[in-house]
């Protein structure tokens, strides 16, 4: 069955703490990996997108990593900061045909505080 | 450039009545999707249009639920009627394009329709 999995469901960290979030998947033919973060009363907002060859991608404070042989994703936060108060969804893309289909983790809610 | 617009933002309706979210994609993109998001969970793929066509309906209750993207632009989707479970955020999404061109195809999304089933 495909399935992607997040873990924690929920984080509270002080600004300017680290964290990462985690994402396990079990999908196949695997196409690529997105990390969306997802305002509170808005739409989800791609963060970074990496195929099974790549291994990691950054994008500002956010880091993302993939290990396609144990199907292991995280996203790291660096110096959190209040807006980074959202939650944070997985989505993996099962490859191939006009059908192209795209399987969202549940999310992790990271609530920052000061 | 644009996002992707929805209306209206939030809706609150009793169960049995009936409802319509409206969607504009980004302009030029082909590819059309509807999803459903539960309190607390993941979207849900509701339907995926390429153009005016459909792709893949194959989680929508069709037997209440009902869109369509006439001249591969706008597209409504309905419920009718409604019942308390659908109680949920309609997340609007474009593309591009669909298929096998698409491993680096963002989905942009809308802000969402909250809807309220009483």
């Known amino acids: 069955k495909n399935q992607v999995e997040q873990s924690p469901q929920s984080l509270i960290i002080l600004e300017g703490k680290n964290c990462t979030l985690q994402?396990?998947?079990?999908?196949?033919?695997?196409?690529?990996l997105r990390w969306y973060k997802q305002d509170t009363g808005r739409g989800p907002v791609s963060l970074t997108i990496m195929t099974f060859s790549e291994n990691t991608k950054s994008n500002g404070r956010y880091t993302a990593t993939l290990d396609a042989d144990t199907k292991q994703s995280s996203l790291h936060i660096t110096a959190s900061q209040l807006s980074d108060s959202a939650s944070y969804i997985c989505?993996?893309?099962?490859?191939?045909?006009?059908?192209?289909?795209?399987?969202f983790g549940t999310g992790t809610l990271l609530a920052v505080q000061p | 450039e644009a996002g992707v617009a929805q209306s209206p933002r939030y809706k609150i309706i009793e169960k049995r009545q009936s409802v319509a979210f409206w969607c504009n994609p980004i302009s030029g993109h082909a590819t059309l999707y509807w999803y459903q998001q539960i309190l607390g969970q993941g979207p849900k793929l509701l339907i995926q249009?390429?153009?005016?066509?459909?792709?893949?309906d194959s989680q929508l209750p069709k037997d209440r639920f009902s869109a369509e993207r006439l001249k591969g632009v706008d597209s409504t989707l309905k419920i009718q009627p409604a019942k308390l479970e659908d109680s949920a955020v309609y997340l609007c999404?474009?593309?591009?394009?669909?298929?096998?061109?698409?491993?680096?195809?963002?989905?942009?999304f809308g802000p969402g329709t909250r809807l309220t089933v009483l």
């Open positions: 989505v993996v893309t099962i490859y191939g045909g006009a059908t192209n289909k795209l399987i």
């Open positions: 249009f390429q153009n005016n066509g459909v792709v893949d």
């Open positions: 994402c396990n998947y079990t999908v196949s033919p695997f196409s690529n």
């Open positions: 999404a474009s593309t591009i394009r669909g298929g096998d061109y698409s491993s680096y195809n963002e989905q942009f």
